[in-house]
């Protein structure tokens, strides 16, 4: 039985607020599905595991990460659809059907990366598809709301290369700011941005303007006979976007979730976010190692369909005055400072602080331009659930 939310209007945002705040547990026990039970097996392997409630702060917390997943499933998906491998088993066991791997051409730029980059896209997509209906499910199982995005928000449109689905999407992925600080980020060994400290962009360029990091049509495919690959600038700068966006969307997964872990009371929801988590870890360091193989091109965006005028040069990574926080295959946290200065540097995932996560998740996308074309009762509903993740505290 779902028990999902469909958000109401503008004039009526108060009482969502109210109603979020106040129904964290909706009144009376829900039944798991059908769907759920269908081999006769406990859903989630524990015979009285859903016995007890959520607390309230363990719900919002639940609630906004399902919201997150909801999203990152929406982006992969159009990930999947330019450049994932084609006839993916996964997709079925989770009731997904979507064409894949309908960009050649820009499949091509991205295996300039790596050979194996659309296995990892549709592998990436596969996940997080999984992490949106698992968190839903154990939402709807503690009866506890959980919220419906797209019946309200998925308006943004699609790429209009041939063959992909013409239906609304929650994410933009066409008008992106790209903060690649994580590289430098995870390289420094005397930074920690729990500690306040900044960090350099890997590729100043992508964080300025609006960039497209999918085709938006079959214009902005273009083949070039000059070039090795017969990829043109322009079609190559498109798929290095990607690949240095896929590290930005994965590192944040990789702090929200043990950051989060650290306000919620339930054994069980603090043994949900500890398996979650490691799992974006692991998607964040397959990207971390395909971005510095980005081949050094730059690319005016002018001309093409939805063209934003924006200037991006990728430039070869292993040039510089700093080795460390250059050196491509350097993917592996570097040891930093941690807690306290006095302690002795050590390898870490970066930030971890829990104050204000949630809220820094939300603004950290919102700045990505991820969301650009959204209503603004979308991004009261984000600012809400955040506000809600964020005052959690650990009922003991």
């Known amino acids: 039985m779902a028990n999902s939310v469909r958000p109401d209007s503008v004039k009526e945002s108060s009482n969502r607020r109210s109603f979020l705040k106040k129904g964290a547990v909706a ?11 269908g081999s006769g097996l406990p859903a989630f392997g524990g015979e009285d595991e859903f016995r007890g409630k959520l607390s309230k702060g363990d719900a919002a917390i639940l609630r906004f990460l399902h ?68 968190l839903k499910a154990y939402l709807d199982s503690k009866g506890a709301t959980s919220i419906d995005l797209h019946k309200d928000f998925a308006n943004l449109a699609p790429s209009k290369v041939t063959g992909v689905p013409q239906v609304g999407r929650l994410t933009n992925l066409t008008q992106l700011s790209v903060d690649t600080s994580w590289w430098t980020r995870y390289r420094s060994d005397s930074k920690n941005p729990d500690f306040g400290d900044g960090f350099d962009q890997a590729i100043p360029t992508l964080n300025v303007g609006r960039h497209t990091a999918i085709p938006r ?34 590192q944040g997964g990789s702090s929200l979730y043990p950051s989060l872990a650290q306000r919620v009371s339930s054994v069980e929801v603090l043994r949900i976010l500890l398996s979650i988590g490691p799992t974006e ?38 040039t510089g005055s700093d080795p460390e926080a250059l050196q491509k295959n350097l993917i592996m946290p570097e040891p930093t400072i941690f807690l306290n200065k006095k302690f002795p540097i050590v390898s870490i995932i970066r930030p971890t602080e ?6 820094g998740a939300v603004k950290g996308l919102t700045a990505d331009g991820l969301f650009i074309g959204q209503s603004p009762e979308f991004f009261e509903l984000l600012r809400d659930l955040a506000e809600d993740a964020d005052e959690a505290r650990r009922e003991l």
């Open 67 to 134: 919201v997150l997943e909801t999203l990152e499933a929406d982006l992969w998906r159009q990930y999947a659809e330019l450049g994932g491998a084609t006839n993916q088993p996964g997709f079925s066991k989770i009731d997904l059907s979507f064409p894949t791997g309908l960009a050649p051409l820009y499949i091509t730029g991205l295996i300039q990366l790596d050979g194996d980059m659309p296995q990892y896209i549709a592998d990436n997509t596969d996940d997080e598809f999984t992490h949106e209906a698992f």
């Open 354 to 359: 829990t104050k204000g996560a949630a809220m």
């Open 281 to 318: 870890t692991a998607h964040f360091q397959t990207w971390h190692d395909k971005a510095g193989n980005a081949p050094a091109v730059s690319d005016t965006d002018n001309g093409f369909p939805g063209s934003t005028g924006a200037f991006v040069q990728f430039l070869d990574l292993t």
């Open 217 to 250: 049509s079959d214009k902005d495919l273009v083949a070039d006979s000059s070039k090795a690959t017969g990829v043109s600038d322009h079609t190559q700068a498109i798929a290095n976007t990607a690949g240095f966006h896929f590290g930005t969307i994965e």
């Open 27 to 37: 009144a009376g026990a829900v039944a798991v599905g059908s769907g759920l039970l």
